[in-house]
Every structure is written in structure tokens, then in C-alpha cells.
């Protein structure tokens, strides 16, 4: 079975500052696909930055990276120049390629991230 | 970019009574759908994966009869929850994915108050 570890409960960062959150995950799967989803207090999930197992290099979108270690299992989120409205609980999943099991996602459980102004 | 719409944001309904969620689809077509629970401040708990014209698959633990899924179209997908009790009383969030593709697209989910 596929696990999803977040080890941060809760972290606060001061506004334009960089902070990373930690995410590891257990699999015997070797093509996978890693995903960060941010739910703000609204509770709509946003899709933040995607990662595919099978590509080395380490995605970014914008203020947003993962740094991706496939052999350690590591996925950690990266955000710099921090804004106030990237506070919202992180959610770090994983989703297997195969075709069977509908390609359901494996969700951690979330990281509460505070920005304070 | 692709939308999901829930509906309702919130219910609040007697115990005893039964209540539908629908999610839908606004621009896509939506082959795979998903249905998750949350408790406050915890993670999305997968409840069941339905396809197009398919039964749905519940997660183990998930009960099929209390927690109906339909899958009716390729934007449409409804949870009842038949009988409701207070310990439904939960935020329920729905996802949808195009065919072949990684990215699962949510809706904004629906707070169910049983009283």
C-alpha cells in the first residue's frame, strides 16, 4: 500500500520569506506522479505544482519547487517570497500511473502553513 | 482551466432524512470521478471512485447503501446520503478527471450539518 507522510503539523513563515515543506512517501512503484494541493480557508484544493517519478529534473511553477528525491522518497515544497495568501493547509499526494484503481490519489496529512505579515 | 461545480456549499438536514450532493463538470468531460470526506483540520479520506456508466468502487470501511454514488453522465456525478445521522455531519468533496489525464480537478465542497 501507498503512504503519504507529512511530518510538519503546522509552520508559520514571515511574509517575503522562503519556507519548505516536507513530504515523504512509501511505494514499490516506479513511475508514479507526486502532487502539492494547497486548501486555503475557503476549502476549495488547488492544484499547486505536479512531478513525474519517471523526470529528474525537479518541477517549478513561479515562487513555487519541489526538490524530488526518488531515492529517498522525497518530495518537499519549496515556496519563496511567501505571501499572506499562501496561507492554507498543504496537502502532498501521491497517485500510481497504472491504469487500475481509477489512478486514485494518496493524500498526506496536510501541512497547516502560516504567513505572518 | 477545467471546473468543478458542487452543489449545495452547505445542508442542513434532519436525522432520518436523506440528502443529495451533485457534482458536475462545467467544461470538460469527466471520466473518473471521486468522492472524499473531511473531518475538521485532517485529510481527505478517498470514499469511493466511480466511472462513466460504471458502479462505483467504495474504499474499504465505506458503506454502499448509506452512501449512494451515481455516475450518470460525463458531467454529472451525485452522493446521497440515505438516512443521515449526526456522525454524517462531515465536509464532502468531490473531484473529477479527464480521461488519460494526471490532474484531478476539485469542487468546493459541500459542509453536511445532520440535526
Known amino acids: 500500500a501507498q503512504t503519504v507522510t507529512q511530518s510538519q503539523p503546522e509552520m508559520s513563515v514571515q511574509e517575503a520569506e522562503t519556507v519548505t515543506l516536507s513530504c515523504t512517501y512509501d511505494?514499490?512503484?516506479?513511475?508514479?506522479?507526486l502532487f502539492w494541493y494547497k486548501q486555503p480557508p475557503s476549502r476549495q484544493m488547488i492544484l499547486v505544482i505536479r512531478?513525474?517519478?519517471?523526470?529528474?529534473q525537479n518541477a517549478t511553477e513561479n515562487r513555487f519547487s519541489v526538490n524530488f528525491q526518488k531515492a529517498a522518497k522525497s518530495f518537499s515544497l519549496k515556496i519563496s517570497d511567501s505571501q499572506l495568501g499562501d496561507t492554507a493547509m498543504y496537502f502532498c499526494a501521491f497517485m500510481k500511473t497504472r491504469t487500475y484503481n481509477f489512478n486514485k490519489f494518496y493524500f498526506g496529512s496536510g501541512t497547516k502553513l502560516n504567513v505572518k505579515p | 482551466g477545467a471546473v468543478v461545480s458542487q452543489h449545495p456549499s452547505w445542508v442542513i438536514c434532519k436525522s432520518g432524512t436523506s440528502v443529495k450532493i451533485e457534482c458536475r463538470s462545467l467544461d470538460f468531460q469527466a471520466t473518473t470521478m471521486f468522492w472524499y470526506r473531511q473531518f475538521p483540520k485532517q485529510s481527505l479520506m478517498l470514499m469511493a471512485t466511480?466511472?462513466?456508466?460504471?458502479?462505483?468502487?467504495?474504499e474499504q470501511g465505506v458503506e454502499k447503501d448509506k452512501f449512494l454514488i451515481n455516475h450518470a453522465s460525463l458531467t454529472l456525478s451525485t452522493l446521497t446520503v440515505t438516512s443521515a445521522h449526526p456522525e454524517d455531519s462531515s465536509f464532502y468533496i468531490c473531484?473529477?478527471?479527464?480521461?488519460?489525464?494526471?490532474?484531478?480537478?476539485f469542487g468546493q465542497g459541500t459542509r453536511l450539518t445532520v440535526v
Open positions: 511505494t514499490s512503484e516506479n513511475n508514479y506522479y
Open positions: 473531484s473529477a478527471r479527464r480521461r488519460l489525464n494526471t490532474e484531478a480537478f
Open positions: 512531478q513525474e517519478a519517471y523526470k529528474q
Open positions: 466511480s466511472n462513466e456508466g460504471s458502479k462505483a468502487t467504495y
